[in-house]
């Protein structure tokens, strides 16, 4: 009986632990992403109303300058470098040219360990569709041909249109399979 009653404790400690370790797992970048989108959206805010105010180079294009306040994004990295430093993972700012969204600031790496800035995002992606319908994407992306667990979120102007993209993510670890969805 002592056997019995041993046996079904460990089964039951056991069963409890991998549901709880599972459910850790799979949360945890969700949570991450989401905690990391409220901090960039924060820290951008400090710096006051987004806007697009002329022109600026960025990776040799010619690109709209996007600004929080009088805080030009375009080629500083400053914001997106404190998100990192506090929340680990990778932050960017895409400003909206014409039907692109491009990376006018960001620490997404290329594979040469260059900032990504002046690449865009991908057209035929999850979260694009998502901006075009002026919803934020929470999910899995494929960003410069690596596996994200990402957030995306529409910048808005005072007007109320889409001037740009929030993106947050941290690299997928050993095909963690989650998609978080979309939000209105």
Do not use: W
Request: aromatic share 10%; glycine share 10%; proline share 4%.
């Amino acid at each position: 009986m002592k056997k019995c009653m041993l046996a079904l404790f460990v089964s039951a400690f056991t069963a409890g632990f991998l549901i709880q370790f599972t459910t850790q797992a799979f949360a945890e970048p969700a949570e991450n992403v989401l905690a990391a989108m409220q901090l960039l959206k924060s820290k951008a805010a400090e710096a006051g109303a987004p806007s697009v105010n002329g022109e600026e180079a960025v990776a040799g294009r010619n690109l709209p300058a996007l600004y929080f306040g009088a805080t030009k994004m375009n080629n500083n990295f400053i914001l997106v470098d404190e998100v990192q430093k506090q929340v680990s993972g990778t932050a960017t700012i895409f400003v909206k040219s014409g039907d692109e969204f491009v990376r006018v600031s960001t620490n997404v790496k290329k594979d040469d360990g260059s900032r990504a800035i002046g690449t865009i995002l991908d057209p035929k992606g999850k979260a694009i569709a998502a901006i075009a319908k002026g919803e934020s994407y929470f999910g899995e992306a494929d960003i410069l041909g690596k596996p994200y667990v990402a957030g995306y979120e529409p910048i808005r102007d005072a007007s109320n249109n889409v001037i740009g993209i929030y993106y947050v993510g941290y690299l997928k670890s050993n095909g963690s399979d989650l998609t978080v969805g979309r939000r209105p």
